[in-house]
């Protein structure tokens, strides 16, 4: 299949390109990157929602599925950056958003109107709330005065989750995804799929003895696989080639693995790597040990516009260590998801002040934490889990004034990270597509393994390490230096050395 040696780039639109200067990036200026794009070697392009929203949750929201918000473009806008990204060889995948709907969606306003509308049961609707938390913070259901009823929401309360245990959404649902299907798109990338389905006799979530809440009854419920089967099983009906990829909110990988068995997503996100708080290379190593053994192909990538970026996250600030994150996760079995900057070394923006914050999660903590600490305090701390750390403006877009994000700080080593990742790229590209990953070690703090015919060795540590071979290889990338024989290679702190097997 096309996507399995693919490097996929995620954009997060309102932060990528502004091509009308209103300080929002939007459908046109991706077009006009598209030659950057080609240029970066790229293969497919992952949008994130362009669908009118009242951005609580900056599209995530949607209240439409089937048109594109006048922030961002037209459809007409959208159907010729289509065209042109298929003229040049880059796929497209779209981000869907079936676990919820705005609250502004027509189909919410009309299950909100009264118990008798005959949409009341989209959503879910109950007189006594659950004791389930929602993922930004708060209680999960929100009271509605008109009919007196709570509704659940399991992020912000502007965001209705849909109840999936109604034919009726299914159907409506499969209508939006034939939409884009007919205007060509080619992938899903699923929003929280996991989240779908909740527990049909509503029974509170235990608490851990730290006092979080343990998600039990509010995720990964049973019968959802056969849900997700069935939309999947009618969509490649369709187009047998159209690539789906589940975001799970987990990161522990037996779960995620649960999504991606037999008829059901070609692969989802693996979190379980992608999202580590910092660099520590024998839990990296564990997972990847893991990620190798199962059947599918793992996704590979260390940003998303979720988390922190890995620039500041894991190479905290030292290229060297970026470069080596990017050869493991380009030149390995798994599909890599690069997002937005990644390739120049983008920084973390970080809002000095609470007027500046966009998101929603970090909004929703900073008025938690006032209750118990000063503002500059409250600010720090929610900071911590600021999604806008990696959604700051990219500064070719950036003027002086701020848009709707302030700027993600511009990398004064940007050109050379970006000739690294092209090179790895195409390195990828001739190599590829890899099959078999074997040998997986750690030793003082230097990761070695085999792909296929090549042998990869990453020195993260401060000392020169030095390895032998069975068989003779020549460089093909890095800093390492064979020795006379062929057998060994020695390769200095802080640096890679990619090997192919001679013959
Ligand atoms: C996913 C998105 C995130 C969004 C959430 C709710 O995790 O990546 O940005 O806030 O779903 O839709």
Redesign the pocket.
């Known amino acids: 299949m096309w996507w399995e040696n693919a490097v996929f780039y995620e954009i997060y639109i309102a932060s990528f390109a502004d091509s009308n200067g209103d300080g929002f990036g939007d459908i046109e200026g991706i077009r006009e990157k598209i030659p950057y794009l080609k240029e970066c070697g790229v293969e497919a392009l992952w949008l994130?929602p362009f669908y009118p929203s009242p951005r609580v949750?900056?599209g995530?929201?949607v209240s439409d599925y089937c048109a594109v918000d006048s922030q961002y473009g037209t459809i007409e806008h959208f159907k010729l950056f289509l065209e042109e990204a298929h003229r040049n060889q880059l796929k497209v995948i779209i981000?869907v958003?079936f676990?919820?709907t705005s609250t502004e969606h027509p189909w919410f306003i009309e299950s909100a109107s009264s118990k008798n509308n005959p949409k009341r049961d989209w959503y879910i609707w109950r007189d006594q709330p659950t004791n389930w938390e929602s993922?930004?913070g708060g209680s999960a259901w929100q009271l509605e005065t008109v009919t007196n009823q709570y509704y659940y929401h399991?992020?912000?309360k502007e965001?209705a989750d849909l109840n999936w245990q109604n034919p009726e959404v299914k159907q409506a649902i499969f209508e939006v995804l034939l939409f884009w299907l007919d205007l060509g798109v080619d992938g899903f990338r699923f929003?929280?799929i996991n989240n779908l389905t909740v527990d049909n006799q509503f029974r509170d979530n235990p608490n851990e003895e730290t006092g979080e809440q343990q998600h039990l009854y509010d995720v990964n419920q049973p019968g959802i696989q056969s849900v997700l089967k069935e939309m999947i099983q009618q969509i490649k009906e369709i187009k047998s080639d159209i690539f789906t990829v589940a975001?799970i909110?987990s990161d522990s990988l037996p779960i995620i693995s649960e999504y991606t068995r037999d008829g059901l997503f070609d692969t989802a996100f693996n979190f379980n790597l992608g999202s580590i708080e910092q660099l520590d290379l024998k839990k990296l190593t564990n997972e990847f040990k893991k990620m190798t053994e199962q059947k599918g192909r793992p996704t590979f990538f260390f940003n998303?516009?979720?988390m922190s970026r890995s620039w500041n996250r894991l190479a905290k600030e030292d290229s060297q260590v970026y470069q080596l994150l990017a050869v493991f996760m380009l030149i390995n079995r798994g599909i890599p998801f690069l997002f937005q900057g990644e390739e120049q070394g983008a920084l973390d923006y970080l809002p000095q002040s609470i007027k500046d914050v966009r998101d929603?999660?970090a909004k929703n903590k900073y008025q938690q934490l006032l209750s118990s600490m000063d503002e500059e305090q409250a600010l720090i701390q929610a900071n911590q889990v600021n999604?806008d750390r990696s959604r700051g403006m990219l500064t070719w877009s950036a003027k002086s004034d701020m848009g709707w994000i302030g700027q993600s700080p511009k990398n004064p080593e940007g050109e050379q990270i970006l000739a690294v990742y092209q090179q790895l790229i195409q390195l990828r590209k001739s190599e590829g597509p890899f099959g078999t990953v074997t040998g997986i070690t750690l030793e003082n703090e230097c990761l070695s393994y085999r792909v296929d015919k090549l042998q990869i060795v990453l020195n993260f540590g401060q000392q020169t390490t030095e390895q032998i071979f069975e068989d003779a290889a020549q460089t093909i990338f890095g800093t390492g230096r064979v020795s006379s024989n062929g057998q060994s290679v020695s390769v200095p702190p802080k640096s890679c050395w990619i090997g192919k097997d001679n013959g």
């Open positions: 994130t949750d900056n995530y929201d981000d958003v676990n919820h993922f930004f399991s992020f912000a965001q929003d929280v975001e909110s998303s516009h979720d929603v999660q999604r």
